[in-house]
């Protein structure tokens, strides 16, 4: 059986309210999001928008779990099709640099008083999952260890592939931060005025990743 008209509607304000949302991140931040903004724009009373979202921390759960929701997808379809690492790398840059907002929403400085809910990190575990399998496939068999190394072993919870070599959680984790590093300094800015294409940076940081 079909939604009901009125569970169509619903959903069709429950979007709109998202929506409008994303525009308020990207105008005036996360920290200024606000129901009776979205509900003034929208042309509805407070109290009727709070029938869809209990309050800021409800909705802005539900725009956390979709950007996650987004990239994930994005890398897992690019994995499935073969990507290796550095094609993962510009998945995530390409995510980024088409919704700077978006992204720092997830990545960029927390919000007072706000913490996400746990099942968001099961979604950025499926990306770590990939992240380590495609490092798994592309190690050499004599890496050599690090210091870092005898400390990882003991902290490998995280990774879901209990079997994976601690090297590939390493380099894993390194993948993460540089490129999450070089995406962030981009995207606030930082480079502007420098003169040097931030693109061929973090091409450079890639190769610098990738080398055995």
Same mark, same amino acid.
């Given at each position: ?129 990939? %992240?380590?399998? +495609? ?8 890496? /050599? &260890?690090?210091? #870092?190394?005898?400390? !990882?072993? =003991? ?29 962030? %300094?981009?995207? +606030? ?8 294409? /931030? &693109?061929?940076? #973090?091409?450079?940081? !890639?190769? =610098?990743?990738?080398?055995?």
């Amino acid at each position: 059986m079909g939604a009901s008209a009125r569970e169509r509607y619903r959903a069709q304000v429950h979007a709109e309210i998202k929506q409008h949302a994303w525009e308020q991140v990207a105008t005036t931040g996360v920290s200024a999001l606000s129901l009776n903004a979205i509900a003034k724009r929208m042309g509805m009373s407070g109290p009727a928008l709070y029938r869809y979202f209990a309050g800021r921390d409800e909705l802005l759960t539900e725009l956390i779990r979709d950007a996650y929701r987004s990239l994930a997808d994005a890398v897992l379809a690019a994995a499935d099709s073969g990507a290796d690492v550095a094609a993962l790398a510009h998945v995530v840059r390409d995510w980024a640099l088409a919704d700077p907002q978006r992204y720092f929403l997830l990545y960029g400085t927390p919000v007072p008083g706000y913490h996400a809910p746990e099942d968001t990190a099961k979604i950025t575990s499926e990306m770590m999952a990939v %992240l380590i399998e +495609a490092h798994k496939t592309a190690m050499s068999a004599d890496v /050599p &260890a690090t210091p #870092f190394d005898a400390h !990882l072993e =003991e902290h490998r919870h995280w990774a879901a592939d209990g079997s994976a070599p601690t090297a590939a959680l390493r380099k894993s984790l390194s993948f993460w931060t540089r490129v999450h590093g070089v995406v962030s %300094l981009e995207l +606030a800015g930082h480079f502007n005025g420098m003169g040097f294409d /931030p &693109a061929l940076l #973090f091409a450079q940081e !890639l190769d =610098e990743l990738l080398e055995p």
